[in-house]
């Protein structure tokens, strides 16, 4: 770990002050904004993050979940993930999102971190934590090792010849699910990022992990009012039965009318760059009946634009399995 | 060490389940471990690791670590005194597994071997500092494949018969490979040392689990006496073998303690656990077995392999218990080593009879296929009536009594033996059992008991708890030997200036001291009734020793409670501070008992796995096991052991793979997100029994070791579970979801 100098912000205008300074966007930037540290922090002890300057911003009051005015939710970002995921309207009106904060990390974990810095959360691939390994990622130009190595974790959709890290949170793919709107703050204002924008595939770039410039401090998390009659489950599939990341995982949003779908939104985790939308499955979905040959029919399919490496190939088949499953689930043809 | 005053006492001490006597010190966090221990002026050290797996360190520039802020130093070959060898003796005397000392010369032979060490006032410091030495080398092309091929001699280990000839003409046969990967202990306290010289002498507060062969193989290669360095090691967060063998951070840790004339602190990161502290080596073994169409054995033929570092010739004995766990006529056992750029593996819970098992009793539930045999039937048909490989008596063997045991729990009868036939709640189950087996005897051992005036006692014995209960168990001991309550027996281990006890290995620790601590129990009580005899003016002054006898902290005419004196008094008008003396037990290893019987535990798994594939998930979720160990002193404990292994077997077979990196050679998942162990939630109901059978060959109160048997089999019956459900044999662990969809 290096020298850091550590400011607490008791203000947004102070933190965005600070933060003005950063030469890059959050992620890996010489000034970081620091919340529950979950990420943070074991990323410095490693060395693999190097700030030069830390903003403690726990003080900003960011730690509300509140009802929107168009009846959707306005989630603080440092709503701490144990708090949201017992939140009671988030239990009941936006289930794969409780499902998914509680499917991650240890509980202890999960007191600290929060929607913030979860948004934020870095891959876990192992050459990205460890600095004797050339990563693109942490160094850009250094080349990628995972390609050609340990990558049994790792993308098969997404991926660039630079990079094939997976992004590795669990609330994140309940988010882009339910269509959530990212608030981002800085000095120059405020803007609104809508969820599938804001997390970037790694091209060329993969240590540029967001479309958040230097400085921009995240403040909520909105989520739009669930859709009437829907039901939602996140269902995660892994080698151990807690404590590890999704080697592929599936939130699903689904309503339906007279036996057919009609609202359908999906997302998967494990398998992505990013947190993976599944356009395709939820076009096929859409009007179709609710039923088992419907989703086999879907689930075959999906993934078909997949690029497994040489350890992940049977992330694919998982893959499939998990979504005809967390399709089972929703529509009740089948229970946990 | 003292139980808790008023804790009401026990029906009966041995064999009662008692507490563990640390358990308060430990929840309530002030058991001071290694790494709790802090002195005055102590620096903290940090290595730097080699980040090529092969070839030399061409230079060093530590310019820019020196000028940041705290450090002290930093040291490497160029300018630490160097450090010596130690002597190679026979058996365990002066034992290590990696002998040679760190900066030796300037080869890198693994990924992470120390080649520098920064010094600083915090550890913060001293690892930033460590972070900015810049190592140059000249890198040479390394080897880390799994894949084994003998490249030096293989020999036989075990031979009878025509194992070739039988198996040829045998009507049934197996002829599979089994792997299991590399496995790294992680205990959860890491390896610490905390080295302060006074002069010539040093005080080592260690992480060991061998606190006298540590000092005996330090003092050689720091170069001083033997009676200069004293090791302690009071309380271990677990060292499942890791912490048996001095390694190469301890004599850093001592080394610049010595140049910087300050105390010097080294926590060995969780990432250099993966390389510099030992782990179970890739094996690899072939299994031949040729069967007769009702079940017996013809023939047994086990060719193993395992991984080595460069510089050092570790052998898992994965042979450790195919010559006698089964009858069969025909039978050959052969191993060899192969050389990887690897740090040097170690023993690690069960060396050898735990990959061993999982591919021998794997081949036998194949063999149970093959035959369309219940496995359980299998086993009883190859019961030998003899250890047929010594041709020995065993001590005491009722492995056929914890198969029975062990099927009757589980409702083995209920097994339909077709693939994914059995179902419940929608989901496939899989069952599978296994034997199991482990060594047993003692290792030498000494412990003084000493008899306070206030009537309690106290037991020393240079042995350690390595978090097992040894402490409850020589309290427990003593207790019984002086007719005392528990909470009146202070125990004290962990320390060279104790009377030497055994190694923490081998499941050995209860049965090699129980002689030690009751023969030092009766030397005491002697010394008190002699005590007691020359009183002056004293009640028992026309006494012979012979005729007084010591109950439960008094002394009195033999049968006549009339005449009781308490020790207090007697050792009040004696004017003696207490009375003590000390204790000897014998190894079984070589002697008279090793050669007229066949000394083991045995014990058997059944496992049952739930099958989901249309989510392709596995999970365990149900154990029994039974296990033949002897007397058991402490059910409490013991059960613990059992379960823990149990879990630690889940992990075995489901979850636990070192994976080195090809390119660079790197333990590349080495931190405990990415090298999986069971989890709470990986562990189901698991159902202890222990058949009571005391083997009294090994001591009189007829107690084995249980520390390591419950790893033993447990992979192999949870393996044939999953091919029972699945209809996949995997003979390549860890069982993944890939293997399976």
Known sequence: MERFRYTKATSIAQALEIGRHAKTAQQGADVRYIAGGTTLLDLMKLDVERPVRLVDINRLGLDKVEKSADGGLRIGALVRNSDLAHDATVARDYRVLSEALLSGASGQ??????????LLQRTRCMYFRDVAMPCNKREPGSGCSAIDGENRALAILGISSKCIATNPSDMNVALAALEATVQVRSVSG????????????????PHRETVLEPGDLVTHVTLPPPPAGATSTYLKLRDRASYEFALASAAVVVSATGGRFDHVRIAMGGVGTKPWRMTDAERALTDASVSEDTIRGVAAAALADAKPQSRNAFKVELGRRCLAQALRLATGLAHA | MTAKPNEPAPPRVLGGALPRIDGPLKVSGTAKYTSDVSLPGMLYAVPVRATIASGRVTAIDAAAARRMPGVSAVFHRGNITPFYRSAVADGFADYLDERRPPFEDDVVRYFGQYVAVAVARTFEQASAAAHAVRVMYAAEKHAVDSKL??????????????????????PVKVDQTYVTPAETHNPIELHATVAAWDGDSVTLYETSQAVA???DVMHQMLGVPKENVRVVSHFLGSGFGGKLWPWTHSLLAAGVARELKQPVKLVVSRKSMFETVGHRPVTQQRFRIGATPDGKLVSLRQDWLNHTSISDDYEEDCGESTPFLYSVPNLKVTGGLVRRNVGTPTAMRGPGAVPGLFAMESALDELAVALRMDPVELRRRNEPQQDESKKLPFSSRHLQECITTGAEQFGWAKRDAGVGAMKQGGLTLGWGMASCAWGAGRFPAEAMVEILRDGTARVKSGTQDIGTG???????????????????????????????????GGSLVTASVIPAVTDAAKGAVKALLKAAT????GAFASSKGQDLEYRAGKVQRTGDASTAVSVADVLGRANLPSVQALGKSETTFGGEEDRKYSLHSYGAHFAEVTWQPEIARLRVSRVVTVIDAGRILNPKPARNQIEGAVVMGIGMALLEETTYDHRSGAPINANLADYMVATNADAPRIDVTFVERPDTVVNQMGARGV?????????????SAVYHATGVRVRELPVKIEDLL
């Open chain 2, 534 to 537: 020359s009183l002056p003016n």
């Open chain 2, 213 to 215: 062969n540590h000092r």
């Open chain 2, 470 to 504: 040894t402490y409850t168990v020589l309290a427990m001991v003593a207790a019984e030997a002086l007719g005392l309550p528990i909470s009146n027996i202070d125990v004290r281990l962990g320390d060279t200036t104790l009377p030497p006890g055994p190694i923490s």
């Open chain 1, 109 to 118: 974990l999960r007191n600290m971190a929060t929607t913030g810095g979860n």
């Open chain 2, 707 to 719: 520390g390591e048997i419950g790893l033993a089999g447990i992979a192999a019956a949870i393996a």
């Open chain 1, 190 to 205: 405020e803007r609104a990022i809508p969820f599938h924008e804001f997390h970037l595939l790694p091209g060329d770039t």
């Open chain 2, 149 to 170: 091929a003998p490249d030096g001699k293989v020999t036989t280990r075990s031979e009878r018969g025509d194992v070739d000839a039988a198996f040829a003409s045998a």
